[in-house]
């Protein structure tokens, strides 16, 4: 056998947050099995447990077979991970090592939890230095949860990563961008250039259409905790070479708006106006001008480091768009997604990798889903609780204050 330094690198597609059928609000088929079949229908090779310090979840995945800090079940590997909310409802993700470090930590929690035994998203009386540091000693890795979303996330309740983690800060590695922000929106920031972008789904559903919507590319030599811990910290060659997400602007708190009549308004309107509408609502304030808020810069300004950014929407969404038709469970959506799915193996080699212009299926598919890899798609922003809306357009679409999208091609 040839030494395993000689092993060529490989690319992992991986989702690292989503919730099992233990967590709030969650489908009662988040179980390993569907979870396994689905991410191989997605094209995910590397998928996060989640809710890994529940004790009935974490029972569930022991019985799995075990290999470097992953679990197997058919092609798909699972990785421990757990989201807590801390003392100041800021959630923080955790990437853990093996099962004897997640058992460490719900020992360590449990006398601070009320909901851990319930809960597969435990809240827990610690802030976000003690559960940094409670990680860090675990061998864990820990970064902010969709940090931007204006409730329980860090950039809610904190101006900064030193604000949140103390001490600590220096020993966070990730951050996730969230559904509502991308790395244009994070690169104005510079306390982030030091650090890697997850793009994860948070899914509480597993089938193609939620699981992995946000996945991240990382190219490492096997599928490890320790591969994947030196991807995140980009050391030794291995580190991300892609983030996919859908468009922030799709967000149904992108822009700040009112949370009565949907009325959008500008940062300094909205301050002007003392966060309170015409109408008499109240105005909430958008993902995008939260980072407005905290940017040191008026545009994005992208670490070498820093790999390109696609926005996509799940398969059955571009199809339906494409053919104008609402819902995504009409027969002719799915025989077109079986067609695709069939003849390229995933949604992933679908949507990102595969040379689709021979695929026989309508030439409107075919475009719709090439605008979208060309950064060719228009969005109507989302705000004050209701969503955004994708379009299909011609031109590429500049948006405001952000530099256009940087496609693939552009690398
Ligand atoms: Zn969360
Ligand atoms: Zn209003």
Same mark, same amino acid.
């Given at each position: 056998m040839p030494s395993s330094r000689l092993a060529p690198i490989m690319q992992v597609n991986a989702d690292l947050h989503i919730h099992s &059928?233990?967590?709030? !609000?969650?489908?009662? &088929?988040?179980d390993l099995p569907t979870l396994a079949e689905e991410s191989r229908k997605k094209g995910i090779q590397l998928v996060a447990t989640g809710d890994c310090l529940h004790p009935a979840w974490l029972a569930e995945i022991k019985k799995l077979k075990e290999e470097n800090g992953v679990f197997k079940l058919n092609d798909t590997r699972f990785i421990l991970t757990t989201e807590v909310e801390d003392i100041n409802q800021v959630h923080h993700l955790l990437i853990i090592p093996s099962v004897s470090k997640a058992q460490e930590l719900y020992e360590f929690m449990k006398p601070r939890s009320k909901d851990i035994d319930s809960n597969g998203r435990p809240n827990v009386r610690f802030d976000g230095v003690e559960i940094a540091q409670a990680a860090h000693d675990a061998g864990a890795l820990i970064g902010p949860a969709h940090a931007f979303t204006p409730w329980t996330a860090m950039y809610a309740y904190h101006n900064s990563l030193k604000d949140c983690?103390? #001490?600590? !800060? #220096? &020993? /966070?590695y990730f951050l996730e961008l969230g559904l509502s922000a991308d790395t244009s929106y994070a690169d104005r920031i510079s306390e982030l250039h030091c650090l890697t972008f997850l793009t994860n789904s948070d899914a509480h559903s597993p089938y193609v259409n939620k699981l992995a919507r946000e996945f991240t590319r990382f190219e490492m030599e096997d599928i490890s905790f320790d591969e994947l811990k030196m991807a995140i910290i980009r050391e030794k060659g291995r580190k991300p070479v892609l983030n996919v997400g859908i468009p922030p602007e799709e967000g149904k708190y992108n822009e700040s708006a009112c /949370?009565?009549?949907y009325r959008h308004y500008t940062l300094r309107e909205s301050v002007i106006k003392s966060w309170t509408c015409s109408c008499g609502g109240t105005i909430k304030k958008g993902v995008k001008d939260r980072v407005n808020e905290l940017a040191a810069y008026n545009k994005p300004k992208h670490p070498a480091h820093r790999p390109p950014y696609l926005h996509l929407i799940p398969l059955s969404e571009i199809i339906a768009m494409a053919l104008g038709v609402t819902g995504t469970n009409t027969k002719g959506v799915q025989g077109i997604w079986n067609a695709l799915v069939g003849r390229y193996g995933s949604e992933v080699a679908v949507l990102v990798d595969a040379d689709i212009k021979n695929s026989g299926v309508d030439e409107r598919v075919i475009n719709a889903i090439i605008a979208f890899r060309e950064g060719k798609v228009k969005v109507h922003p989302g705000g004050g609780g209701q969503y955004g809306r994708v379009e299909l357009s011609a031109q590429p679409v500049n948006k405001n204050n952000c530099e256009p999208q940087k496609s693939l091609f552009d690398f």
């Open positions: &059928k233990y967590s709030m !609000a969650t489908s009662p &088929k988040m983690y103390g #001490d600590m !800060a #220096d &020993k /966070i /949370i009565r009549c």
